[in-house]
T-cell receptor, first 114, second 116 residues
């Protein structure tokens, strides 16, 4: 169990640029989640995959956001035309659909928009 | 719909004193409840979880929590605080759906400070 891995850990970009984050879940986990955490708040759910299928999306996931999990393993989260309000920590989590398994979180990608 | 309220955004205790972090939830169906801890610039680490069965749940690092359905609460306690417990703590709830937990709804967190 190598844990959930996220890359990069930090991203600084100018407003209007596109950014992409990657998440590698724990290898046997078929469920993958993305959350956003702003300063002083708890994480907020963005979207969820079971294998390669994106099964739930939050209303927070505007049309500038897109997430993929093409082969049911790693996932990417892309933000197009970034805005100041996109500055946050983006967290990825994974678990299995067997039993009452908790979600295991990565260390997140901190996005700063200049 | 489900929600979580954590009373007290900041809690300070002396080293060796009791830690009590409060969490109340709202859920229209039987909930699964979790406590996570977050250290600066890191992700969330699971402390403990309640799904079904025994309402007093023991977790890592000496923490425990009790599910009280009548009070819709899931408060986190530790008998004796240690300096290393200083961190942010999040209570979270999810609803049972098709046999496995899905999206988590988090409280806004409680920052625990441990004073020497």
């Amino acid at each position: 169990d190598t844990g959930v891995s996220q890359d990069p850990r930090h991203k600084i970009t100018k407003r209007g640029q596109n950014v992409t984050f990657r998440c590698d879940p724990i290898s046997e986990h078929n469920r993958l989640y993305w959350y956003r955490q702003t300063l002083g708040q708890g994480p907020e759910f963005l979207t969820y995959f079971q294998n390669e299928a994106q099964l739930e999306k939050s209303r927070l996931l505007s049309d500038r956001f897109s997430a993929e999990r093409p082969k049911g393993s790693f996932s990417t989260l892309e933000i197009q035309r970034t805005e100041q309000g996109d500055s946050a920590m983006y967290l990825c989590a994974s678990n299995t659909d067997r039993g009452n398994q908790p979600q295991h979180f990565g260390d997140g990608t901190r996005l700063s928009i200049l | 719909a489900q929600s979580v309220t954590q009373l007290g955004s900041h809690v300070s205790v002396s080293e060796g004193a009791l830690v009590l972090l409060r969490c109340n939830y709202s859920s229209s169906v039987p909930p699964y409840l979790f406590w996570y801890v977050q250290y600066p610039n890191q992700g969330l680490q699971l402390l403990l979880k309640y799904t079904t069965g025994a309402t007093l749940v023991k977790g890592i690092n000496g923490f425990e929590a009790e599910f009280k359905k009548s009070e819709t609460s899931f408060h986190l306690t530790k008998p004796s605080a240690h300096m290393s417990d200083a961190a942010e703590y999040f209570c979270a709830v999810t609803r049972l759906s098709s046999g496995s937990a899905r999206q988590l709804t988090f409280g806004s967190g409680t920052q625990l400070t441990v004073l020497p």
